[in-house]
């Protein structure tokens, strides 16, 4: 489909930032559950943890969007042929996001902490296989829309290009994961331990995805007056 996109890529700074607080989410996540697994306040770090990975997975939904946005509502525009990408499963990062921060809360006032925190698990999972491959979707955007403009393509852009590919696929595994572990934790079987396991697993990927986005969008930025 035809598809307008922007001259200057100077908006992606606020995606660039998003990443970066997006990968901030991912460790603050890890760190929180190692602290849980050293026996510190395992409930309480059950739910901040869920609690933070929510407002990660809204920030980097909203940063993707904010790409997306840029890219299909320009302030200038030239159009650029673009076929088979979209921002499918991007809606998922809102929702799940926004469902774990409530699961996260209500864990944190003693409410069923080990049961909804691994509700909110599974969830995470799902939203992250959806959304696996949005990150590349945008790479794979953004690259198009340098070649219509005979714009060579750099060695970052390349560098990017196999982060974002990677991220991917990372995604669906980490997300697959975090399903699994989720259902068995609900099932009871040692569930706090593994929630925690997944919890890594999730913030580990959430900081290669964060990451990706980061170099994704950098790598195509130019200054303001450039065309």
Same mark, same amino acid.
Request: hydrophobic residues 60%.
């Given at each position: 489909?035809?598809?307008?996109?922007?001259?200057?890529?100077?908006?992606?700074?606020?995606?660039?930032?998003?990443?970066?607080?997006?990968?901030?989410?991912?460790?603050?996540?890890?760190?929180?559950?190692?602290?849980?697994?050293?026996?510190?306040?395992?409930?309480?770090?059950?739910?901040?943890?869920?609690?933070?990975? /929510?407002?990660?997975?809204?920030?980097?939904?909203?940063?993707?969007?904010?790409?997306?946005?840029?890219?299909?509502?320009?302030?200038?525009?030239?159009?650029?042929?673009?076929?088979?990408?979209?921002?499918?499963?991007?809606?998922?990062?809102?929702?799940?996001?926004?469902?774990?921060?409530?699961?996260?809360?209500?864990?944190?006032?003693?409410?069923?902490?080990?049961?909804?925190?691994?509700?909110?698990?599974?969830?995470? /999972?799902?939203?992250?296989?959806?959304?696996?491959?949005?990150?590349?979707?945008?790479?794979?955007?953004?690259?198009?829309?340098?070649?219509?403009?005979?714009?060579?393509?750099?060695?970052?852009?390349?560098?990017?290009?196999?982060?974002?590919?990677?991220?991917?696929?990372?995604?669906?595994?980490?997300?697959?994961?975090?399903?699994?572990?989720?259902?068995?934790?609900?099932?009871?079987?040692?569930?706090?331990?593994?929630?925690?396991?997944?919890?890594?697993?999730?913030?580990?990927?959430?900081?290669?995805?964060?990451?990706?986005?980061?170099?994704?969008?950098?790598?195509?930025?130019?200054?303001?007056?450039?065309?």
């Amino acid at each position: 489909m035809a598809m307008t996109v922007s001259d200057t890529t100077s908006r992606g700074s606020v995606a660039s930032y998003g990443g970066f607080v997006d990968a901030i989410g991912g460790v603050a996540t890890i760190v929180l559950a190692i602290v849980g697994l050293a026996g510190i306040r395992p409930d309480m770090m059950l739910a901040i943890a869920t609690i933070v990975f /929510g407002v990660a997975l809204l920030v980097e939904g909203g940063s993707i969007m904010s790409e997306y946005a840029n890219i299909i509502f320009p302030s200038g525009a030239r159009s650029v042929a673009v076929e088979n990408f979209g921002g499918a499963g991007l809606s998922a990062h809102f929702l799940v996001g926004a469902a774990g921060i409530v699961l996260g809360v209500l864990a944190l006032l003693g409410i069923a902490t080990v049961t909804l925190t691994s509700i909110a698990l599974i969830a995470f /999972g799902a939203a992250m296989i959806l959304s696996s491959g949005s990150v590349w979707n945008l790479h794979q955007m953004k690259r198009a829309m340098l070649t219509a403009e005979g714009q060579p393509v750099s060695g970052s852009a390349i560098l990017a290009n196999g982060m974002a590919f990677e991220s991917a696929g990372a995604l669906t595994l980490a997300g697959l994961a975090g399903i699994v572990l989720g259902i068995l934790a609900v099932a009871g079987m040692n569930s706090v331990v593994l929630i925690f396991a997944a919890l890594i697993a999730l913030g580990a990927t959430l900081v290669m995805s964060g990451t990706s986005l980061t170099a994704t969008v950098a790598s195509f930025m130019r200054p303001a007056d450039q065309r």
